[in-house]
């Protein structure tokens, strides 16, 4: 890739902070003090974001101090064009000036209507040719919620099959198909009892200690076997599940082979596939859907984040057959968000006319050359994985004991120091996966390749300080 700028093949830099570097610090300010008082103990982000957000353009926000941040958060990755887009805010601009009804239940609207056929007009034909589209209450769990219930009701089963390492959102029946236990644990009871566990394609901790195209074939050996054997002690389930790449279980791409595999086993068990594009939709991963890179057609697909172009937005679209469900089966007051819908058309709208997906590919690829030759002189960086702009590394630690595959353990530790070593500095990360020990790029899409090497050129700093800190 030669128009890669090396940024951080500079080793010089790498060793030690640039001598004019200029480090935020963060003492506690009284917005911050009055959040923590009196907000949930369950809020997440402000404990390792310790920011109060003003403004916001582009890749940047800015914070109450005057401080600005590049943003490799991007709202859990719903930002695909950045924030306050000219696209999107002219379309609220828009909506207001029509003297629009900002909220219909499900009841149609021209802007509804437009919605729908620019979102049809994103999916492969196979599938938008027999889609039909259920619109949920405004969060991507609402959407899975959704999708439960559609093929409980057109399979007549009740069980799912979910993959260790997924995340499809916090609500009680979403909650049943998450891998990580940490939040279920104190809940007792959940639906678990209807969700069976099965392997995902983790290359590099290979469920199977095999690794490569034999841990694949491995993987889909034993779906084909759990679903076929009569005495599996598993029930055929209303359907399986998955994420194309996992993004809160640690940024882990499933394998095309793979994924196409799942489809073909799924599709003579007679078990509906779904596929959860919450986070890998829109561009995300460089193709317009993740399912795409395996030239799959799923069953369900659930979407929110990028969907709603920065305003809250969820939907299940669905192939025909399965819209068995009778008149209310799923119903939710805020269906009907006119503003989302509008910002929405933009955003899609947007990502296809400016092929936005293969710029995300483009830049993805781009950070990626970075982190590799960053990679040579950090023992820690343990794998470099993603697709597109969801993008992780995997932290490990070089002095612990190597597991089947020759690989260190995952280095918990250094995860959190990485990501406030990243603050200081102005780029604001995610952190996720197993143990908490990938570090998650999720950047607007439109980043422009002089910022992708900003944010490389920063990481390097970051990490080098945060090694040095252990
Ligand atoms: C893959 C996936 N599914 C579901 C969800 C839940 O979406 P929400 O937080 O909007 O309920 C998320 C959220 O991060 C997600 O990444």
Redesign the pocket.
Same mark, same amino acid.
């Given at each position: 890739m030669s128009t890669v700028t090396r940024l951080v093949d500079d080793r010089s830099e790498q060793a030690s902070p640039a001598p004019e570097e200029k480090l935020y610090q963060f003492n506690e300010s009284p917005l911050l003090a009055r959040q923590s008082r009196q907000e949930s103990n369950a809020r997440s982000y402000p404990r390792r974001l310790p920011l109060a957000l003003k403004r916001a353009g582009g890749i940047h926000v800015e914070d109450v101090e005057g401080r600005r941040f590049i943003d490799c958060l991007a709202g +859990? &990755?719903t930002l695909a064009l950045g924030h306050n887009h000219p696209v999107v805010i002219e379309a609220i601009k828009q909506v207001l000036a029509d003297e629009l009804p900002l909220l219909t239940l499900d009841l149609t609207t021209p802007v509804k209507d437009q919605f729908v056929q620019d979102l049809f007009g994103l999916l492969p034909a196979a599938l938008s040719s027999e889609a039909k589209i259920q619109f949920c209450g405004p /969060? &991507? /769990?609402?959407a *899975?919620e959704a999708a439960l219930k559609l093929v409980r009701t057109a399979t007549g089963r009740s069980t799912v099959l979910s993959f260790q390492g997924a995340?499809? &959102?916090?609500s009680q029946g +979403?909650l049943s198909l998450m891998g990580s236990l940490g939040p279920k644990r104190p809940l007792g009871a959940l639906l678990s009892s209807g969700v069976q566990f099965l392997p995902y394609p983790y290359d590099y901790r290979c469920p199977f200690g095999l690794g490569g195209e034999a841990g694949v074939k491995a993987n889909l050996h034993y779906l084909e076997s759990l679903l076929n054997d009569p005495e599996a002690g598993v029930q055929l389930p209303a359907a399986i599940i998955l #994420?194309a790449v996992q &993004? #809160?279980g640690g940024v882990i791409p499933a394998d095309v082979e793979w994924l196409r595999g799942v489809r073909r086993i799924t599709e003579k068990a007679g078990v509906p596939l779904i596929v959860?594009e919450?986070? %890998?939709g829109f561009g995300r991963t460089g193709k317009m859907f993740a399912f795409e890179h395996a030239a799959i057609i799923p069953d369900v697909v *659930?979407m %929110?984040?990028a969907i709603g172009g920065s305003l809250p937005m +969820?939907v299940v679209v669905y192939r025909d057959w399965l819209d068995t469900w009778q008149p209310g089966a799923h119903a939710g007051t805020f269906r009907g968000n006119q503003m989302a819908m509008a910002t929405g058309s933009a955003v899609m709208r947007y990502l296809k006319e400016h092929n936005v997906a293969d710029h995300a590919a483009a830049m993805g690829q781009r950070l990626s050359e970075h982190l590799r030759i960053l990679q040579r002189d950090f023992p820690q960086m343990g794998d470099i994985r993603g697709r597109g702009l969801m993008l992780g590394v995997e932290l490990v630690d070089p002095q612990g004991e190597k597991d089947a595959l020759g690989h260190p353990p995952p280095f918990a530790r250094l995860a959190p120091l990485v990501q406030r070593e990243c603050l200081k500095r102005g780029l604001i990360l995610e952190m996720g996966g197993r143990h908490g020990s990938v570090v998650r790029f999720l950047p607007p899409l439109v980043i422009t390749a002089a910022q992708i090497d900003e944010v490389a050129q920063i990481f390097s700093r970051a990490f080098a300080a945060a090694v040095a800190s252990l």
């Open positions: +859990a &990755g /969060t &991507g /769990t609402d *899975v995340y499809h &959102g916090m +979403a #994420e &993004g #809160e959860d919450i986070q %890998s *659930v %929110s984040k +969820a």
